[in-house]
């Protein structure tokens, strides 16, 4: 009987922290054993491509990525790769020697209207279908291009369209997709430029659509196109996508809300004779190329597991820590304090569920602190204006400093626990997530006045 599950695809964003080689085969492994069918890496600049070089950010060079996708092989992990066509390439256009390929000095817009681009774009394409021999698919981005139409060439190009910019885009897709076509793949975009009926009408043939929609189901049944659409079509979910950057956890409930609205979504379609045949569950690294990073996978393996298996029962270690992770990321601190200490207590044998209870245990006294950086700042600054109309109390003052100073010493002991944890389990980018949790915090302190008054 034909099972009515869409495919379950795991992507991997490589422009967020990167396990090592040894740890990513490991995590591969784990995918394949937890539900996954295929893999998608959208690989910005952590491949030494070819076609662009000296943008390489390290990363792995080619003989890692070979033995990484024979790994794959191995495991019957479709890999799929992604890369982005239009917008997005902040990580490309940074490079002095590209700028001149930005539509309109916009940094994430490659101009679809520059003489260079398309062969450019061609002999890029032509290297990743050769990097891929087995795979059946080349992912092409093209999502959130909204600058597009902005440098003279390209209005130009707009107003002689029925779609105006649109049109450019939509041109531009036609071209993208024809090369992929002619490399041997077949071609999948991102659906949110082209939602207007009209529009979608005149995508090319036998583009795949891939529908993504990451909110949670409280908000709205996901999927803006599967519905009306008669052409095969993939969904996407998010196991991680747009949170504070300030925060080491986001709500994870949210996560497992729309991964399994998608996935109920998938059954009804399939059921009903439809063709949302691919599910792909996406982990981001950072909301754009040049954003803070989100941190290493493993808080969110909960989210892996629901993404991976449908209907999957946690283990009760795992619900214990969810529940203690729900009344920890709230904003009192006696309930972040309270769920904090509890989940200290929460051990699994499971060595991976057994990571993701102690990275949140981190998480947890991490948010402790941004609640009492409001008491460190704010605080300072409340009273600066008393002492100066009122006359300094030196008590109120040195207990102000005692607890900044106790503040302090408390953020240096997590960061370098943070930093031991993230180093036992080899992740890259260490020292700039660290910078964004804790080096942010300290920048803050140290950018006030300090606390003595000018009495002149
Ligand atoms: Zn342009």
């Given at each position: 009987m034909k099972s009515t599950q869409a495919e379950r695809w795991i992507h991997l964003d490589c422009?967020?922290?990167?396990?090592?080689?040894?740890?990513?085969?490991q995590w591969l492994t784990w995918f394949r054993e937890h539900g996954f069918e295929g893999v998608v890496f959208e690989y910005e600049d952590r491949l030494p491509w070819a076609?662009?070089?000296?943008?390489?950010?390290?990363?792995?060079?080619?003989?890692?990525?070979?033995?990484?996708?024979?790994?794959?092989?191995?495991?019957?992990?479709?890999?799929?790769?992604?890369?982005?066509?239009?917008?997005?390439?902040?990580?490309?256009?940074?490079?002095?020697?590209?700028?001149?390929?930005?539509?309109?000095?916009?940094?994430?817009?490659?101009?679809?209207?520059?003489?260079?681009?398309?062969?450019?774009?061609?002999?890029?394409?032509?290297?990743?279908?050769?990097?891929?021999?087995?795979?059946?698919?080349?992912?092409?981005?093209?999502?959130?291009v909204y600058h597009l139409g902005a440098c003279s060439a390209c209005q130009e190009a707009s107003a002689a369209s029925k779609h105006g910019a649109t049109g450019l885009l939509l041109e531009h897709a036609h071209f993208v997709c024809e090369t992929v076509r002619k490399a041997g793949k077949e071609p999948i975009l991102w659906s949110d430029m082209f939602v207007d009926p009209a529009v979608r009408e005149a995508l090319p043939e036998g583009a795949i659509v891939c529908d993504w929609d990451y909110r949670p189901s409280k908000d709205a049944p996901p999927g803006r196109l599967i519905h009306p659409l008669?052409?095969?079509?993939?969904?996407?979910?998010?196991?991680?996508?747009?949170?504070?950057?300030?925060?080491?956890?986001?709500?994870?409930?949210?996560?497992?809300?729309?991964?399994?609205?998608?996935?109920?979504?998938?059954?009804?379609?399939?059921?009903?004779?439809?063709?949302?045949?691919?599910?792909?569950?996406?982990?981001?690294?950072?909301?754009?190329?040049?954003?803070?990073?989100?941190?290493?996978?493993?808080?969110?393996?909960p989210a892996f597991l629901a993404a991976g298996e449908p209907g999957v029962e946690f283990s009760s270690e795992l619900e214990e820590g969810l529940a203690c992770l729900r009344e920890g990321l709230s904003t009192e601190a006696l309930s972040v304090a309270a769920a904090f200490r509890r989940l200290g207590g929460v051990r699994s044998v499971d060595p991976w569920e057994e990571q993701a209870l102690r990275w949140w245990e981190l998480s947890l006294r991490h948010r402790l602190e941004l609640c009492a950086v409001e008491g460190v700042t704010f605080g300072r600054e409340a009273l600066r204006p008393t002492f100066a109309r009122r006359g300094v109390d030196a008590n109120i003052m040195a207990e102000q400093v005692a607890g900044e100073?106790?503040?302090?010493?408390?953020?240096?002991?997590?960061?370098?626990?943070?930093?031991?944890?993230l180093s036992r389990n080899q992740w890259s980018d260490a020292a700039e997530y660290l910078e964004s949790r804790f080096g942010n915090l300290r920048h803050v302190l140290a950018g006030q006045p300090p606390f003595a008054l000018n009495h002149d």
């Open positions: 422009k967020g922290m990167l396990p090592s080689e040894e740890r990513l085969c076609a662009w070089p000296g943008v390489f950010r390290p990363g792995w060079p080619l003989e890692v990525w070979r033995r990484i996708w024979a790994h794959c092989a191995a495991l019957e992990l479709e890999v799929t790769p992604l890369i982005q066509t239009c917008g997005h390439l902040e990580w490309l256009l940074q490079a002095d020697s590209l700028a001149h390929l930005r539509c309109a000095g916009h940094g994430n817009l490659l101009c679809p209207s520059h003489p260079e681009t398309r062969p450019r774009l061609e002999a890029w394409i032509a290297e990743t279908a050769r990097l891929h021999p087995q795979s059946r698919f080349l992912h092409v981005g093209l999502d959130e008669a052409r095969p079509a993939m969904g996407a979910s998010a196991i991680r996508c747009s949170f504070s950057p300030w925060q080491m956890l986001p709500d994870l409930d949210a996560r497992l809300s729309n991964i399994r609205a998608w996935q109920k979504l998938a059954v009804e379609v399939n059921g009903s004779g439809g063709g949302l045949r691919t599910l792909i569950h996406t982990v981001w690294g950072r909301s754009r190329s040049l954003a803070p990073l989100y941190g290493p996978w493993e808080g969110w393996l100073s106790a503040f302090s010493n408390r953020l240096n002991t997590l960061e370098h626990e943070v930093a031991e944890w």
